[in-house]
């Protein structure tokens, strides 16, 4: 711009030369003053020197100057034009990612709200089931101590068991053999008495009876112990 504008000083200022040669000095007043009859005669034959000068002009290199000139500046304008057209796109440019920015901005903050929302889900469902799991836990542990007081108690009723089979058992075999005893017939082979087999039979009666009972007494304990062992 500041080229074009030398340009057309430089211009505006040959023709002023121009024109005071030709008009004088004063060339600006004499043509808002009325003119003469003489001075437009004058100004006629200046006119018809002009056209003349101009035809002389289209005929020599002078047109093909001005026209050379004339390509100068319309390339300086083409120029200007680009490099204004430039700087705007690239103000259009830096609004587009100012907004592009705040647009990414905001989207980002929605992103992570939503994500402290989700994380705090996550963490509240993980304390509830840390929770239920520790309930579990202590659930699990009484349950095995229950079991292991059960096994204990299942062991000793047992040996109790066991203890009172083998102590009946011993007991039975016991009087089987005293019974085997007493009727056997004596060494000296002689035939007893009345009152020798009265009391043998009375002594047989009682052992008989007694070993009776104390088998009903013994099967009624172990009864009893199986049925505390099947409770259990």
Avoid at 138 to 167: C, G, R
């Amino acid at each position: 711009m500041k080229e074009l504008d030398l340009e057309i000083e430089k211009c505006e200022a040959k023709f002023h030369l121009d024109r005071v040669e030709n008009d004088g000095e004063n060339y600006v007043q004499d043509a808002y003053l009325m003119p003469s009859f003489s001075e437009v005669e004058q100004k006629l034959d200046l006119h018809s020197d002009e056209n003349q000068i101009l035809e002389d002009l289209t005929e020599s290199d002078g047109i093909v100057h001005l026209e050379e000139r004339l390509a100068y500046y319309r390339m300086l304008i083409e120029k200007l034009s680009a490099e204004i057209e430039k700087e705007v796109k690239s103000v259009c440019t830096e609004i587009n990612e100012d907004a592009e920015g705040a647009a990414a901005g905001e989207l980002e903050s929605s992103n992570l709200e939503n994500v402290k929302c989700d994380l705090e889900k996550s963490m509240k469902a993980g304390l509830k089931i840390h929770s239920h799991l520790s309930g579990i836990q202590k659930e699990i542990k009484y349950t095995d101590s229950l079991l292991q007081m059960k096994a204990k108690e299942y062991e000793f009723l047992a040996k109790e068991f066991n203890s009172l089979h083998i102590s009946n058992k011993d007991g039975y075999q016991l009087k089987e053999n005293r019974g085997k005893e007493s009727e056997a017939p004596n060494s000296s082979g002689e035939v007893p008495s009345l009152t020798q087999r009265v009391f043998n039979l009375y002594t047989n009666d009682t052992d008989s009876d007694t070993g009776i009972s104390s088998n009903h007494s013994q099967d009624s304990e172990t009864t009893g112990g199986d049925m505390v062992l099947l409770s259990t």
